[in-house]
């Protein structure tokens, strides 16, 4: 039986609980909040947001009409350019001028490691070029990207040419979503380019469908659960390195003298300098190789058909633009009909004037990566703030590409505000300094030669449009942009 004592013993001790459950409550969200002011000049303003989660969900929230870009400029309203903030569970701060940008991505001092997210380097690999840093990152950063820079990309172009007609041969009278279809044609087109699987095969289909599934594990959050997104894409993952490893074995027997079905059409990839690489050391192995070659596949697989969709969105809602681009690209087809010619080579490139003013436009409008991350290795000095070792600093090249002095009414979609090439420290829609996106010039080419296949040879109506675009971590259309395709029969 409780008697009268008992009861308030019980009450005296629930009391004090309470008091000390909520004076530990406001400790943790004190010392929460206040995380490295003990270095005193650390930007004071801005907020840690919730316990752990930090004011991660408000960015993962960023869809539709509530951009990333909105998402920043509300806090730069209240707290000014630099600030502080918690994101994918790390302190950040916040740099958000030409200048603070300029300095993230540059690090003049190498003080600063990579900042990709923890799911996206699990996905990928150790020696992914997201997790390599210092000498190592240089290496492989110079063999990937001198494989795909344009002179190079020249002598893959009527590869790419043929691969573009036969994927797109089957759609007239067709109805298809536009950035599944283009999806699908790049990673044919990068597995082509990086271990020279031809595309045409089954390989190429199983690759490109597993790839599917593997580009969604960089935007979740690493756990590794049945039926969560990071457990299906890492999964993938370990099935495209199946299908991948005997192809890079055969590969590296093929440089020391064996065959390799694969060798030929591999047109020249530097495999030998890949396989010439020490990682710590030691040679590198087969599995390493293979997650060097598949992460800018992983990386840069949905950009390009993501811009392809984007210009056609653009263009069919802007009649007046998408007849301009349509002329320019008949012409530039009747000059090479003239000369008996199909393909679409670099030098064309230059012809189409508005199409370039188109992907840049789009390029800046929406910014498909919004920023680049990098984590202070040491405590980080800069115009008078500190920023604490081990903090995030994130420097989005969205407000640069939205700031009306440079772009006025930056949310018109306007390419003939690029009739002038546009100035590089003020177009950074493939980041800057020692990180800046290998695939650059491979992007231009295949958006391009997309355009210019799909505007010579079909007219479209929009079947249904319920997309919307995600922001964060790229830009990303969920939802459908069905198209139904007819061939254009009265060429000029
Ligand atoms: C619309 C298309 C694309 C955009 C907007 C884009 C943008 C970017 C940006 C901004 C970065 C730098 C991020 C940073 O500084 O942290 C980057 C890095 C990278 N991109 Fe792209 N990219 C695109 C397509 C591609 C393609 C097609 C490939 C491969 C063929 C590719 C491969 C890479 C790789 C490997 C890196 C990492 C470089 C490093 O960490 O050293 N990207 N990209």
């Given amino acids: 039986m409780w008697t009268e004592e008992s009861t308030n013993a019980v009450q005296q001790i629930v009391t004090t609980l309470s008091v000390f459950c909520i004076v530990f409550v406001i400790r943790a969200w004190w010392n929460w909040q206040t995380a490295g002011l003990g270095l005193k000049s650390i930007p004071s303003k801005g907020s840690l947001g919730w316990p752990i989660v930090g004011e991660s969900l408000s960015v993962i929230g960023c869809t539709g009409d509530f951009t990333f870009e909105r998402w920043l400029r509300e806090r730069i309203q209240k707290y000014g350019p630099m600030f502080k903030s918690h994101l994918f ?14 300095f993230v991505l540059e690090d003049p001092h190498k003080q600063m490691r990579n900042g990709a997210p923890e799911s996206l380097k699990r996905i990928f690999g150790s020696t992914s070029i997201f997790a390599l840093e210092g000498e190592e990152h240089r290496h492989v950063y110079k063999i990937l990207n001198d494989s795909i820079l344009m002179p190079e990309l020249k002598k893959k172009t009527s590869e790419f040419n043929r691969i573009m007609r036969h994927s797109l041969s089957s759609w007239d009278g067709n109805t298809l979503d536009i950035l599944g279809a283009m999806q699908t044609i790049i990673f044919k087109l990068m597995t082509f380019n990086f271990f020279g699987i031809p595309w045409e095969g089954e390989i190429a289909d199983r690759i490109a469908s597993l790839l599917d599934t593997v580009v969604l594990g960089p935007t979740c959050l690493p756990f590794y659960f049945p039926g969560t997104d990071f457990y299906k894409a890492s999964n993938a993952k370990r099935k495209v390195t199946e299908i991948v490893l005997p192809i890079i074995r055969q590969l590296r ?8 079905k694969y060798a030929s059409s591999a047109e020249k990839f530097p495999y030998q300098n890949l396989f010439d690489v020490k990682l710590n050391g030691k040679e590198i192995s087969d599995t390493a190789v293979c997650d060097i070659l598949m992460s800018p596949i992983l990386t840069g697989g949905q950009g390009p058909g993501t811009v392809v969709g984007l210009a056609i969105y653009h263009l069919t809602n802007n009649p007046s633009m ?39 436009e789009v390029l800046r409008i929406s910014t498909i990566v919004p920023g680049g991350g990098r984590v202070a290795l040491s405590d980080i000095h800069f115009n008078g703030h500190v920023i604490p070792k081990g903090w995030f600093m994130l420097a989005p090249f969205v407000l640069i590409h939205m700031d009306p002095e440079l772009y006025p009414e930056p949310s018109k979609f306007d390419p003939d505000r690029f009739e002038t090439p546009p100035n590089p420290g003020k177009f950074l829609p493939f980041g800057r300094g020692y990180r800046t996106c290998v695939g650059r010039d491979f992007t231009r080419l295949v958006v391009l030669m997309a355009l210019y ?23 990303k259309m969920i939802g459908e942009f069905q198209l139904s395709f007819r061939s254009r029969t009265h060429l000029p």
């Fill in 89 to 102: 569970l790390k302190p950040s701060i916040l740099m958000t001028t030409a200048e603070e940008v300029k």
């Fill in 253 to 260: 027997s093929a440089e020391t003298g064996g065959t390799s």
């Fill in 322 to 360: 998408l007849q301009k681009a349509q002329a320019e690209v008949d012409q530039v087809r009747k000059q090479k009909e003239e000369l008996g010619e199909t393909d679409l080579s670099v030098s064309d490139l230059k012809d189409l004037k508005y199409l370039n003013q188109v992907y840049n």
């Fill in 453 to 475: 296949h799909i505007l010579s040879n079909f007219t479209w109506d929009v079947v249904s449009c319920s997309g919307k675009l995600k922001y964060l971590p790229f830009v």
